[in-house]
């Protein structure tokens, strides 16, 4: 995978010194694009209002089962194309302040594991 970077905090595109867009591939593009597709709310892109994650209606909704959650995670992390198996998806809610976590590693379609600790952490 090859993409545009992305500024780990603010998310805009990340330009070098000299103000070019810099580029990322391998396992960071992968676990970019898995973080990036874990941030996409469903009906954020005008063009098509099915893509991204249903936080609203299936998500931050009372009462929802963290088991339910945890497929949906997984469901979008198998959707990135160099993704074949997510062997590990944990979530961790602090209820207090209403934060959850979301560790992940993703097997590659080379056979390698990206690893979510390696990457800057994702909070939803």
Not at 34 to 61: A, C, H, Q, W
Request: proline share 4%.
């Amino acid at each position: 995978m090859r993409g545009f970077a992305l500024d780990t905090t603010t998310h805009d595109l990340a330009l070098d010194a000299g103000g070019r867009l810099t580029y990322v591939d391998g396992d960071a593009a992968t676990a970019q694009e898995i973080k990036t597709r874990i941030l996409f709310f469903r009906g954020e892109n005008f063009m098509d209002s099915r893509e991204g994650v249903p936080y609203f209606k299936e998500i931050l909704i009372k009462g929802v089962s963290l088991a339910r959650v945890r497929a949906i995670m997984r469901q979008v992390i198998l959707s990135v194309p160099s993704v074949v198996d997510v062997p590990l998806l944990r979530i961790d809610l602090e209820r207090q302040t209403r934060v959850a976590t979301v560790t992940w590693h993703a097997r590659t379609s080379e056979g390698r594991i990206v690893r979510s600790e390696d990457y800057p952490p994702l909070v939803v």
